[in-house]
């Protein structure tokens, strides 16, 4: 490849990516297509709603991961939670729903504000199976939520590495000029 | 501070320099949230995790005295209702109880759009009532309290600067609709409604929350009209 003096692209970068410059353009035009077919998918089937989309908002250069990051401290909380509706129902001296109440809040909570739709729906569920006072259908509940999260977890980890794919493919079209 | 016409203008915000925002939450997630909103906004945000922390910040724990531990003035706090140990609702009593603190306008957010919270939040002076999930606009309609000017009635200083009942209940008498109100409350059912806002009549059974999420402030009275909401009280 041939660069005038005065560009400081080199075929470094290119190398990282094992691709040519030329065809970096493709691969940020397919990336960005992958990221918004998987965003439509998961719009058109209620998993997210549109404060996911007020989070993506949020993002600039200083803060690129903001969505990933908050994101990933909700994952982390909800296994945690999830862990605890399970354990509270399937103890053998169950004490009772309160304390499962409050957990269901705070997962409630924090689903809606990273717009985990259908996940917030599922607790909506699990919250009307406790005030039955029905522990299978509570069971029911949680084991629908549990598959909810783990769907909405694959497929948000899959939109997060297309993003940082994106990222890198910018960087290497244009690296930082230092 | 200017006068117009025999109105008193008074502006509360700052002029210069950042807006400081007090976050209130025990949810790790939504302190990141609302501190990324804020941040967005131009506002310094300090966020803690209990109302306990948010008194100690001000000052207010009788505990703990907090010398030097807040340098910044606080030009509003914006805090959670449902929290453990001390429930947003606490907090905003105990602020407005203050001598020091009763002028900083608290805004509540809550998950649960109840409306018997909502009045009893506003009854209390909560300069604000935000269902969660809090939105970008949310944000700018909140910055718009401190940043925009208050008018005030001459001689009224005292009881206009405090927000929430009183200010309700005398626009309950008025068909007056064009003030900025602190009674627009955001919600996100009705999410087809105006965004032209319009202030919620506080009545006994009020109808559908108008949701105002529209950045663009509401107008501000003109001066004649505020001067005769004032003589008539």
Redesign the interface.
């Given at each position: 490849m041939n660069f005038a003096k005065n560009r400081t692209v080199s075929t470094v970068p290119a190398a990282k990516t094992g691709l040519p410059v030329w065809m970096m353009g493709l691969v940020a035009d397919r990336l960005r297509a992958d990221a918004n077919r998987l965003l439509a998918f998961l719009f058109n089937q209620g998993i997210l709603d549109e404060q996911f989309l007020q989070l993506q908002q949020l993002r600039d250069e200083s803060s690129p991961n903001f969505v990933s990051e908050v994101v990933n401290i909700h994952f982390h909380e909800s296994e945690k939670l999830l862990r605890n509706l399970r354990s509270l129902l399937m103890d053998r001296e169950f004490s009772g729903y309160n304390k499962m109440g409050i957990h269901l809040n705070q997962f409630m909570g924090s689903s809606s504000s990273i717009g985990a739709k259908r996940i917030r729906n599922a607790c909506f569920a699990f919250r009307a199976a406790s005030e039955q006072n029905s522990r299978a259908g509570c069971l029911r509940a949680l084991e629908l939520l549990e598959h909810d999260y783990c769907f909405l977890k694959n497929k948000l980890h899959e939109l997060f590495q297309i993003q940082q794919q994106r990222v890198l493919a910018a960087g290497a079209r244009y690296p930082m000029q230092n | 501070m200017a006068r117009i016409g025999g109105v008193t203008w008074r502006r509360t915000g700052k002029i210069d320099g950042e807006v400081h925002v007090l976050a209130v939450d025990d949810?790790?997630?939504?302190r990141?949230?609302i501190e990324?909103?804020l941040r967005?906004s131009s506002c310094k945000v300090t966020a803690v995790d209990s109302g306990i922390r948010a008194l100690q910040f001000l000052g207010l724990d009788e505990e703990k005295s907090s010398n030097g531990f807040n340098d910044l003035k606080v030009d509003l706090i914006i805090t959670d209702y449902?929290m453990p140990g001390m429930t947003g609702y606490e907090l905003l009593k105990k602020v407005k109880e203050s001598s020091a603190f009763r002028e900083i306008p608290v805004v509540i957010m809550s998950?649960e759009n109840v409306l018997a919270r909502i009045d009893r939040c506003l009854e209390e002076g909560a300069e604000d009532f935000i269902v969660?999930?809090?939105?970008?606009s949310d944000v700018k309609r909140i910055k718009d309290y401190m940043t925009r000017d208050f008018r005030v009635g001459e001689g009224e200083e005292k009881e206009r600067t405090r927000k929430g009942i009183n200010k309700r209940k005398q626009r309950d008498s008025f068909d007056d609709l064009s003030s900025s109100p602190p009674s627009i409350l955001s919600s996100p059912i009705s999410s087809s409604s105006s965004s032209s806002p319009s202030p919620q009549s506080p009545s006994p059974s009020p109808p559908s929350i108008i949701s105002a999420s529209a950045p663009s402030s509401p107008p501000l009275d003109s001066p004649t009209r505020r001067l005769k909401t004032t003589s008539s009280e």
């Open positions: - | 949810s790790l997630v939504d990141k949230v990324r909103l967005i449902c998950s969660k999930p809090v939105k970008l």
